[in-house]
């Protein structure tokens, strides 16, 4: 500018992505965070237990750091990769190697996905797909060995949560009546290119053989129920105008219907639905409040009035169940996955239902 100093433009700020060496970048946005560390990779490797004539299903594979090892150990490697550059890199990556044959790229969410046979699921995974993808791979079938999977360390220690642990909750009981979970190791962020804001844990699941059967409408009913406030008293919970309405309402109408009562211990008619327990929208960071950070339902948590007749006849059923099982002054954040089920048991056997 004339009679005074030109002022240098300062070069735009670039969008937060971490290149790969091949130039691709990164996106946070879609979980998209590359372990780095070879010593971690090995690790988690070791940990599996791959067997050599094993048909290994990796999820999110990258570019391929993971990949490598599992060809290394197994017989195949099916990678389900949803972003189009990173299923190119993987084809570049092993391509006219003595693995090409070997692995298997399918291009898609997995959520969407019918998956092929697989023996062992290890995989790194985008966070935010978590909880639906978790019970989308136990209702897999036919069952799977076991799963070593890459979790946000906090959702990871609610899978392997105890009674009496600060983040026991729905989810816990939900995955441990359909497996076996344990912690294997921790991972610090600054493992993964770009690192993701929360350190990670890295999980082994295995299916339950034989499985617990159960109606998983009554099975989903029930819990939400016992969960909507899991430190308050069962006895309190269950006192509640709202929680009493429904269930005498299921009552009449099992009643009129004429349908026998049966145990919960019965298959249910449908398939298991997994997209109840996360959607591919939660935030990786998970907030926890006092009730664990459930789902709440709108309740009223007035008691229910005694005296009124068919209400109040409805009402002491109910309790006569708590009281037989011992289960009135317990609560849901200290229950293991045992009492809920017998606790349901005692509920389907007076003819109360919650579906």
């Known amino acids: 500018m004339a009679g005074g100093k030109m002022k240098r433009e300062k070069p735009k700020a670039s969008a937060k992505t ?55 150990c197994g017989k195949m490697v099916i990678a389900v990769e949803l972003d189009p550059r990173m299923v190119l890199e ?15 790229v399918i291009q898609g969410d997995v959520l969407k996905t019918e998956l092929p046979y697989f023996d062992i699921c290890v995989a790194n995974i985008p966070y935010q797909i978590s909880s639906p993808l978790t019970f989308k791979l136990l209702n897999h079938q036919p069952s799977f060995r076991c799963a070593i999977i890459m979790f946000q360390r906090e959702f990871a220690m609610r899978l392997v949560a105890q009674p009496g642990d600060k983040l026991y909750c729905r989810l816990t009981v939900n995955t441990q009546l359909l497996s076996r979970v344990s912690h294997l190791l921790k991972v610090g ?18 299916p339950r053989k034989p499985r617990i059967e159960v109606k998983q409408k009554e099975w989903d009913g029930f819990l939400r129920i016992c969960f909507n406030r899991k430190n308050k008293t069962l006895g309190s919970i269950f006192r509640q105008k709202s929680v009493l309405s429904l269930l005498e309402k299921n009552y009449k109408t099992l009643c009129a219907l004429n349908i026998p009562q049966q145990g919960s211990a019965d298959k249910d008619d449908g398939d298991f639905d997994y997209s109840r327990f996360g959607n591919s929208n ?24 005694g005296g009124e007749g068919e209400a109040s006849e409805f009402k002491d059923k ?37 579906s």
């Open 18 to 72: 971490a290149p790969y060496q091949g130039g691709i970048s990164f996106h946070k946005s879609k979980g998209q965070h590359i372990l780095k560390n070879p010593m971690l990779v090995d690790s988690i490797v070791q940990k599996s237990g791959i067997k050599s004539t094993d048909v290994i299903l990796e999820i999110g594979p990258g570019t391929g750091n993971l990949t490598k090892k599992l060809l290394e």
């Open 318 to 354: 109910v309790m006569g169940v708590l009281k037989e099982g011992d289960f009135e002054e317990k609560r849901s954040s200290k229950l293991s996955l045992q009492e809920f089920l017998y606790l349901l048991s005692l509920f389907n056997k007076a003819g109360i239902h919650f």
């Open 90 to 104: 993987l084809q570049r990556r092993f391509q006219d190697t003595p693995y090409s044959s070997r692995l298997k």
């Open 189 to 206: 962020k600054n493992n993964f290119r770009p690192p993701p804001k929360v350190d990670s844990s890295v999980v082994r699941i295995e």
């Open 282 to 305: 939660e935030d990786q960071t998970m907030e926890v409040d006092d009730d664990g950070g459930d789902e709440e339902m709108d309740m009223d948590d007035s008691d229910a009035e």
